[in-house]
């Protein structure tokens, strides 16, 4: 009877195990194809973006629709902000595109964040472009996943929509609580890029300050 018992915890072990490996896998398998979706993605926003900023076509200040060419006026006003030029493309508004050469990153900054908006592309979460702008990007391989690994000195550039890149110096990487809101929109660095540790209760940071250009 004893042995019975033994078999059965054994099995009921081994298949919770098993249940648990091919969760593991599922997990794995599901946040990998999110990254590749979100890397093709950031990918074609970026080339649109380049494409109107190469046509030299974006001089005021307004929304061009990435697919058609309508154009609507924004005066950059929505929730007190300072007006900034945004490129619509598939409904969401971009405001520059961010290079880490180090990273081999080339991604579009979305003018506004929101966790759904994360999943495509990183956004803006405080400032503006030339203002102690802060990015939020999610720990994807293909957006922040590997912002950690920068080491003091690399660069990183972000080009606006007329053009004009704004070039940064890496002075530093941390890690903040969560909670920690004010010091990651501190106004004491020019360009900061945050991104959650996996589990979601740290925030790796990267802080910038801004070098004159090559």
Same mark, same amino acid.
């Given at each position: 009877?004893?042995?019975?018992? =033994?078999? =059965? =915890?054994?099995?009921?072990?081994?298949?919770?195990?098993?249940?648990?490996?091919?969760?593991?896998?599922?997990? #794995?398998?599901?946040?990998?194809?999110?990254?590749?979706?979100?890397?093709?993605?950031?990918?074609?926003?970026?080339? &649109?973006?380049?494409? &109107?900023?190469?046509?030299?076509?974006?001089?005021?200040?307004?929304?061009?629709?990435?697919?058609?060419?309508?154009?609507?006026?924004?005066?950059?006003?929505?929730?007190?902000?300072?007006?900034?030029?945004?490129?619509?493309?598939?409904?969401?508004?971009?405001?520059?595109?961010?290079?880490?050469?180090?990273?081999?990153?080339?991604?579009?900054?979305?003018?506004? #964040?929101?966790?759904? +908006?994360? +999943?495509?592309?990183?956004?803006?979460?405080?400032?503006? =472009?030339?203002?102690?702008?802060? &990015?939020?990007?999610?720990?994807?391989?293909?957006?922040?996943?590997?912002?950690?690994?920068? +080491?003091?000195?690399?660069?990183?550039?972000?080009?606006?929509?007329?053009?004009?890149?704004?070039?940064?110096?890496?002075?530093?990487? +941390?890690?903040?609580?969560?909670?920690?809101?004010?010091?990651?929109?501190?106004?004491?660095?020019?360009?900061?890029?945050?991104?959650?540790?996996?589990?979601?209760?740290?925030?790796?940071?990267?802080?910038?300050?801004?070098?004159?250009?090559?």
């Amino acid at each position: 009877m004893r042995c019975n018992k =033994i078999r =059965i =915890i054994g099995t009921i072990s081994i298949c919770l195990g098993l249940i648990s490996i091919i969760s593991s896998a599922g997990f #794995w398998a599901y946040n990998a194809r999110e990254d590749a979706r979100a890397a093709e993605n950031a990918t074609r926003t970026a080339n &649109i973006l380049f494409d &109107i900023i190469n046509s030299g076509e974006q001089k005021g200040v307004f929304i061009r629709e990435g697919e058609n060419g309508a154009r609507t006026e924004d005066d950059g006003s929505q929730n007190g902000e300072s007006a900034q030029t945004g490129v619509l493309i598939n409904g969401e508004t971009f405001i520059a595109v961010l290079s880490v050469p180090s990273l081999g990153l080339e991604l579009p900054v979305n003018k506004e #964040w929101s966790y759904p +908006k994360l +999943k495509e592309s990183p956004c803006r979460y405080a400032g503006s =472009i030339g203002d102690s702008l802060v &990015i939020a990007a999610h720990n994807y391989k293909n957006h922040f996943g590997s912002i950690e690994k920068l +080491k003091k000195g690399e660069r990183a550039v972000l080009t606006d929509l007329s053009g004009y890149k704004y070039y940064y110096e890496l002075t530093e990487i +941390k890690t903040l609580e969560a909670e920690s809101i004010d010091e990651m929109v501190s106004d004491e660095f020019d360009l900061t890029l945050f991104t959650c540790t996996y589990g979601g209760y740290a925030r790796v940071t990267a802080r910038f300050m801004e070098i004159l250009g090559d």
